[in-house]
């Protein structure tokens, strides 16, 4: 009996730990409850100079993020190099970090390849992020960066 409730009990934590941990992946990158990265656009596109939704067949997963790809070919550029692909911020809005705003959801096609890193932006209603990040880009990277890592706890 005493047995049987130790087990249940290990299972029971090792579940909730395995869901807390799913939940920190999913809050730490912007991913939904599919954990699907950047809204399913291909990463690897982006540098290519056209950004191109992915193939839901055709994906890596990543950090806990799932990327989605137009062919195999970008998956595989991908699987290579994934930390030169992945998006600068979780694939949040790199202004609202470079501004101290935090997670800002994106617009998948506002995006800028600066020194070689993948920067995506909020545009939407409230205005064009990649526009106000563009008044001063050389300043807002180091910013967007140091403010992310306390974000990410890095």
Known sequence: MFRFRTTAFAMLFIALFAS????????????GDD?????????????????????????????????????????????????????????????AFAVDKGKV?????????????????YKGWRGDALKEWLKDETANIPKADANWKKTAGE
């Open 35 to 95: 954990r699907v990265g950047i809204k399913g656009f291909d990463p690897v596109s982006y540098f290519d100079g056209t950004p191109k939704e992915g193939d839901p067949k055709i994906t890596f997963e990543h950090e806990g993020v799932i990327y989605r790809f137009a062919n195999e070919a970008n998956r595989d550029k991908f699987k290579v190099d994934p930390h030169h692909f992945a998006p600068a911020c979780g694939g949040w809005c790199a202004w």
């Open 20 to 31: 807390l941990t799913l939940a920190a992946e999913k809050d730490h990158a912007n991913v």
């Open 105 to 121: 959801d994106i617009d998948p096609k506002s995006y800028k390849i600066t020194d070689g890193r993948l920067f995506l932006f």
